[in-house]
C-alpha cells in the first residue's frame, strides 16, 4: 500500500489489531528487515511497517531533508491510518527517527523501543564519514554501500555462521536508490544530541543491543538507561547491530513482553 504524505509517496503494510505498532528501519535497508518481528506480532497487535522516504518502494523529490521530516512522515501516515498514539519500535537510524519523532510530537507515543542506536550526535569525524560514503553512493551506487555497510552491521557470530543473513542484508541495501541512501547519511550527520530529551523522557523506553554490535556497543546503551527514566535494557547474545535479523527468535520474545505488558 502507498499514501501521500505531504508530497512523499509512502510505501507501508498494515497487518493485524489492537494496540499499534510502528517499526523504523535501518540504514541503508527497508521496512522488508521485519518481516520476522510483523509476523510474531500481527496476530495479536496491530503491526505498521514502512519505507522511510527514498529508501525500497518510497520517494521523494527532495534531495535534501532531515530526521525530522522523517518522523514527520510518520506522523502523516499515523494520521492517514487514523492512528493517535503508538509505539514506536525503531533500529539504528529508525532509533533516531523514533526520537525525533518524540520530540516533536510527544502526545504521539505510547512507549518507545530503541534498538542499536544512541542518543548522542555524531563527532566531527563520524560526520565527515558520512558525508563521504553520501558521496559513494552517488558515484558508485547502492551495491557500493551495501558492500561496505553488511561487514560493519553484523555480528562476528552471524558473519561466521549464517551467511543467508549476509546475503538478505545486501540484497536490501542494492534494492534502494542511492539518492535515498545518500540523503539519509547527510540527514543523520545533522541530527541533534538526544541525551537531553531522553532523559526527560515520560513514556516507557525499551533498549536493545546486540552483545557484539560495535557501532552502538552494549557499553554505550548501558550508559542510555542511565539517563533514560523507566527505560529497561535487554542485551541479545551472539547478535551484532542488526539483532532483529540475526537472533529474530530472541529479539520477538522481549518486543512482545514488553508490548504485553503495556497493555
Not at 529508525?94 to 518507545?112: D, H, K, Q, T
Not at 532523559?199 to 557501532?215: F, H, W
Not at 547474545?237 to 529479539?251: K, Y
Amino acid at each position: 500500500m502507498k499514501a501521500t504524505i505531504d508530497g512523499v509517496e509512502i510505501a507501508y503494510r498494515d497487518e493485524g489489531t489492537g494496540q499499534p505498532v510502528i517499526f523504523l528501519h535501518a540504514f541503508p535497508l527497508n521496512q522488508r528487515m521485519w518481516h520476522e518481528q510483523s509476523e510474531a506480532l500481527k496476530p495479536k497487535f496491530r503491526v505498521i511497517t514502512l519505507d522511510l522516504r527514498g529508501f525500497g518502494e518510497s520517494r521523494s523529490h527532495q534531495s535534501g531533508y532531515s530526521l525530522e521530516d522523517m518522523a514527520s512522515d510518520v506522523r502523516g501516515l499515523m494520521r492517514h491510518l487514523s492512528i493517535e498514539r503508538a509505539v514506536l519500535i525503531g533500529l539504528s537510524m529508525g532509533g533516531y527517527i523514533s526520537m525525533a519523532f518524540y520530540r516533536r510530537y510527544p502526545e504521539a507515543v505510547r512507549a518507545l523501543v530503541l534498538s542499536d542506536t544512541r542518543t548522542v550526535a555524531d563527532t566531527e569525524e563520524g560526520r565527515a564519514k558520512r558525508f563521504q560514503s553520501a558521496q559513494k553512493a552517488e558515484r558508485e551506487g547502492s551495491a557500493a554501500i551495501a558492500r561496505d555497510m553488511t561487514a560493519v552491521l553484523l555480528g562476528p557470530t552471524s558473519l561466521k555462521e549464517r551467511p543467508n543473513i549476509a546475503a538478505r542484508v545486501t540484497r536490501i541495501a542494492e534494492s534502494n536508490p542511492p539518492s535515498g541512501i545518500a540523503a539519509a547519511q547527510r540527514a543523520m550527520a545533522g541530527r541533534p544530541d538526544s541525551t537531553s530529551l531522553m532523559a526527560q523522557a515520560r513514556v516507557p523506553v525499551l533498549l536493545i543491543c546486540g552483545s557484539e554490535d560495535t557501532l552502538s556497543p552494549p557499553s554505550e546503551m548501558e550508559t542510555m538507561q542511565k539517563n533514560i527514566p523507566k527505560a529497561t535494557l535487554k542485551i541479545i547474545e551472539r547478535a551484532g547491530h542488526l539483532s532483529n535479523l540475526e537472533q529474530p527468535d530472541r529479539f520477538n520474545e522481549i518486543l512482545l513482553e514488553f508490548l504485553t505488558n503495556l497493555a
